[in-house]
């Protein structure tokens, strides 16, 4: 399993986006995402998401990909 963290803006597009295979990196990671997140910034509608995937094919071409 992939975990894929992403950072995306309020059209829908993909700010910022980290994959990697360890849970709890994962977990850390999305958190930072979300305290990184200004309130203007969830105000105008960014989102954090944590998602998971089967495959490296199916992870965003722009994602930093971490082999951990």
């Known amino acids: 399993m992939i975990w894929i963290n992403e950072q995306i803006d ?6 910022s986006c980290i994959a990697c ?10 958190q930072s ?4 997140l200004t309130d203007d910034q969830i105000q105008a509608g960014w989102v954090a998401q ?17 082999s951990y």
């Open 10 to 15: 309020p059209s829908g597009l993909i700010y």
């Open 21 to 30: 295979c360890d849970q709890t990196q994962a977990q850390a990671c999305h």
């Open 33 to 36: 995402f979300q305290e990184n």
């Open 50 to 66: 944590l998602r998971t995937v089967e495959s490296w094919d199916e992870v965003p071409v722009n994602a930093l990909k971490l």
